[in-house]
T-cell receptor, first 116, second 112 residues
């Protein structure tokens, strides 16, 4: 158990709908990262927050948005869903900005989104 | 962020030592090298991190030559449960823009 909690674990929804994925980071971690992983695209970085502020953006679609709340949990909002948005969405957290010395990122188990 | 290059896949047999090499020719002075492991439908898991020379923990060793343009993850005596994708990342975790980018990774297939 990484200590990162993602809900829901599975989500099935129709095209055109909007969903919200939730992530609770490990206690004490200030950074939250969101990733999308589909079969043909690998692990794609979407966005990073640090202590409530957006810090880095990847190839996140305009239909997607995220935020990190004062209690440090984060939500990823996906709207106007398309079939191609079906994927595993992972959240990760780290104490600081991961990648440097002793700043590993801990990943949740992911939310599997299926758009039908 | 420095780009990394790894083999797409590797095959091994149980009990063998596996070495996965990652090239990172443009690594910056402050960059660390970090390896993650990912099983199907699970989030990546940190394996090991290093800056130079050799680092060893309970699951793997990481060898980094003096020029730091490459690194080698060594898994001793692999088992079937080591079948996974292994990612090499480089970054310094500094500033506000570390995107923690994962490349394509190396799919290690361990056979009996």
């Amino acid at each position: 158990d990484s200590g990162v909690t993602q809900t829901p674990k599975h989500l099935i929804t129709a095209t055109g709908q909007r969903v919200t994925l939730r992530c609770s980071p490990r206690s004490g971690d200030l950074s939250v990262y969101w990733y999308q992983q589909s079969l043909d695209q690998g692990l794609q970085f979407l966005i990073q927050y640090y202590n409530g502020e957006e810090r880095a953006k990847g190839n996140i679609l305009e239909r997607f948005s995220a935020q990190q709340f004062p209690d440090l949990h984060s939500e990823l909002n996906l709207s106007s869903l398309e079939l191609g948005d079906s994927a595993l969405y992972f959240c990760a957290s780290s104490v600081g900005v991961a990648g440097g010395m002793n700043t590993e990122a801990f990943f949740g188990q992911g939310t599997r989104l299926t758009v039908v | 962020l420095a780009k990394t290059t790894q083999p797409i896949s590797m095959d091994s047999y149980e009990g063998q030592e596996v070495n996965i090499t990652c090239s990172h020719n443009n690594i910056a002075t402050n960059d660390y090298i970090t390896w993650y492991q990912q099983f199907p439908s699970q989030g990546p898991r940190f394996i090991i991190q290093g800056y130079k020379t050799k680092v060893t923990n309970e699951v793997a060793s990481l060898f980094i030559p003096a020029d730091r343009k490459s690194s080698t993850l060594s898994l001793p005596r692999v088992s079937l449960s080591d079948t996974a994708v292994y990612y090499c990342l480089v970054g310094d975790g500094g500033g506000a823009t570390n995107k923690l980018i994962f490349g394509t990774g190396t799919l290690l297939a361990v056979q009996p």
